[in-house]
């Protein structure tokens, strides 16, 4: 039993759901930690002693709400536009998890309504409700993202996870993603060549275009764009050998019906 324990422990690390699943928890709840002091406002200083106005907040509240607010803000709409430009954009044009994000822009959309009330909200209980309702919606939609739209991706040909949560952290920090018009892979070793093509993919905007730069025919390499993205990317030989292949993959204006 201590052996299969073992390998079972090791497998979970080096799973790339869990790995994500772990990046993707760590910052909601960094979130949660921010809206707390919103959603359960403590006592100010001077209350009860008649320095309360009519909405209940001291002398100088407000504008220490908005300050609070407003970092807090910043901070979640950091981590959704990480997310929409990672993970959900590299979902949205396949398939098996086209119609998920589709749900997740329901939740974003929501989302963003209550993320506007919180950052406009004048007193401690207008920002307390606002950032009640954040969390509220925040709790699905990390639920969805954690529970059905990681393993989905994990799933998807060309084991792309693991440098899209790369980029989402990078995002996170502040950072910029390689926009290369250019990939050339020669010099990646071989098992990190298909997780980049597909990451830089998923970057891509409708008419967008990469050319990849490689040593060979890469037809495993096609039939898993065409396994995860059918209908949905092109693929035009610009070079074919004998020493170096060029291929321009491209992500097209118009995206097929589902």
């Known amino acids: ?130 950032a009640q309702r954040v969390e509220a919606v925040l709790s699905v939609h990390r639920a969805v993202e954690e529970d059905i ?16 949560v790369a980029d989402y952290e990078t995002l996170l920090r502040g950072g910029s993603l390689d926009m290369s018009a250019v990939i050339d892979v020669r010099p990646i070793p071989r098992e990190q060549r298909h997780p980049l093509v597909f990451a830089r993919y998923a970057r891509l905007t409708p008419g967008g275009a990469f050319t990849l730069v490689n040593n060979h025919d890469p037809k495993p390499l096609h039939k898993q764009f065409e396994a995860a993205h059918p209908g949905a990317y092109t693929w035009d030989y610009v070079e074919q050998g004998p020493a170096k292949w060029q291929i321009r993959i491209g992500r097209p204006k118009h995206q097929p019906c589902t």
Do not use: C, W
């Not at 991706?153 to 084991?159: T, V």
């Open 149 to 164: 739209l990681l393993p989905a991706l994990a799933a998807l040909p060309g084991g792309a996870l693991p440098p899209l």
């Open 1 to 130: 039993m201590t052996q299969s324990s073992g390998v079972f422990i090791q497998s979970t690390q080096t799973d790339p759901v869990v790995r994500a699943g772990a990046v993707i928890r760590t910052e909601y709840e960094r979130l949660h930690t921010l809206l707390t002091p919103l959603v359960e406002p403590q006592p100010t200083a001077g209350a009860g002693n008649g320095e309360k106005d009519g909405t209940g907040d001291a002398e100088g509240a407000p504008d220490r709400v908005t300050t609070a607010a407003t970092g807090v803000v910043g901070e979640i709409r950091r981590h959704l536009t990480a997310s929409a430009e990672t993970l959900h954009a590299a979902a949205a044009h396949a398939p098996e998890s086209r119609l998920l994000v589709s749900a997740l822009r329901i939740t974003r959309s929501a989302l963003d309504r209550h993320v506007d009330a919180l950052e406009t909200a004048g007193d401690s209980a207008s920002a307390a409700a606002a």
